[in-house]
């Protein structure tokens, strides 16, 4: 294996699983064949036994296994009418092999945790550009969402620039930290900025807020005294109001993204919520799902198994617990989000828990919009935030020499 200085084959094969992931996931025929070099190119780190990240690997793989036989198992007890309950399995089963091959490739090593998140940037930056590419910008503005069938009509690729805005922020404040060139954080900014701009634009709710919780997690997690902890909340605020006055006042974003924000509101504060197509939809879904679990509490009806029992249409809950709740029961959701627990205990003792609880904690906010439980997305953010541990940091050891690798 190359030196991790240099760009090797194992580093290109992470490039393009992550790439093709992120901004490509919607062509199915290269997002298998990037897994395939991806495994086949990290396969001899575990081959070669001496890893910095094997109490990682370990839980990662138990959980998984957990989840993935559970899931197989609720297939037994599911209606005869659910004819996607295994090939839902198996896309979980495939995009749990993006985590392994991630963390297997950090290996705890800080370069290598480095270039996977640069990677993951660079795969945003992608995503921009198809968005330039495929959608006309006669498009922009004009009060509805993008087609289905495009790509862009999906809340995935918002919110992947979302995510990405944040590791940028969390690069920009780390930067300052350590007086890295002004250069390199200006250019941050300006990515940040991009990112965001199409974000709002893609007129997705979840993402503006994914990036908000995420910059401000960070910011306080770097906080030294409860006083900078209040002027940080109070400066966010400030922002957030003047960015909402902006966004009301600018008609190309008004019309992407700002009454989609006064619908929320109205949501929020119960005034004719029901007279807003898309959230009253949303909420007969979840309705229903928590119906559905109230018979069906300790097993659920199997995986995906709402998309039959409810009595709307053929389609998920919108909302990952209760899609989980409804599908796996109480079983099912405590084993998913124990990773979490996992991870957030881990987390503890990392070098990089600002990124990680900036990233797990959006991701946990977004699941209340977003069925996540088989979405690529979701597995290359777990698969870079065990990246970034190693068995010193889970045996709370110095983490200084698997930084130098």
Request: with cysteine; net charge positive.
């Amino acid at each position: 294996m190359t030196s991790s200085k240099k760009f090797s084959y194992l580093d290109c094969a992470i490039l393009l699983l992550i790439v093709i992931s992120v901004a490509f996931y919607d062509i199915k025929i290269i997002f298998i064949i990037s897994q395939i070099l991806a495994i086949l190119f990290t396969i001899p780190i575990l081959l070669k036994g001496a890893t910095y990240n094997k109490g990682a690997i370990i839980q990662f793989a138990l959980w998984a296994i957990t989840f993935i036989t559970y899931s197989l198992l609720s297939v037994f007890w599911a209606s005869d009418e659910n004819q996607t309950a295994i090939s839902t399995v198996l896309s979980t089963i495939q995009v749990v092999l993006i985590s392994i091959s991630l963390i297997v490739y950090c290996d705890g090593k800080k370069r290598r945790t480095e270039k996977v998140l640069n990677y993951f940037i660079i795969a945003a930056a992608i995503l921009v550009f198809r968005f330039l590419i495929t959608v006309p910008i006669s498009f922009w503005g004009d009060g509805e969402r993008f087609s289905k069938e495009n790509i862009f009509g999906s809340n995935i690729p918002a919110m992947t620039l979302a995510y990405a805005s944040v590791i940028l922020f969390w690069k920009y404040i780390h930067n300052r930290k350590v007086d890295i060139k002004q250069r390199k954080n200006i250019f941050n900014i300006i990515l940040i900025i991009i990112f965001m701009s199409v974000t709002l634009l893609m007129g997705t709710k979840k993402s503006i807020l994914i990036f908000l919780v995420g910059s401000i997690i960070v910011m306080l997690t770097n906080s030294k005294s409860p006083v900078k902890s209040l002027k940080i909340l109070a400066c966010s605020a400030i922002l957030i109001v003047v960015g909402y006055t902006i966004i009301k006042n600018v008609p190309i974003l008004y019309n992407s993204i700002g009454y989609r924000i006064d619908d929320f509101i109205l949501e929020m504060s119960g005034d004719n919520a029901d007279n807003i197509r898309s959230t009253a939809m949303r909420k007969k879904f979840i309705e229903e799902a928590f119906q559905i679990y109230s018979e069906y509490p300790v097993l659920g009806v199997g995986q995906d198994g709402f998309r039959y029992r409810n009595i709307y249409e053929k389609t998920y809950s919108h909302c990952n617990y209760a899609e989980l709740m409804a599908n796996l029961g109480s079983i099912g959701i405590v084993v998913f989000y124990s990773i979490y627990v996992i991870i957030f205990m881990d987390a503890q003792k990392s070098k990089t828990r600002d990124l990680v609880f900036a990233i797990i904690f959006s991701m946990l906010l977004a699941d209340i919009a977003t069925v996540s439980y088989s979405m690529e997305l979701n597995y290359v953010l777990l698969g870079i935030v065990f990246g970034t541990f190693n068995d010193n940091t889970l045996k709370k050891e110095n983490y200084e020499k698997v930084e130098a690798n």
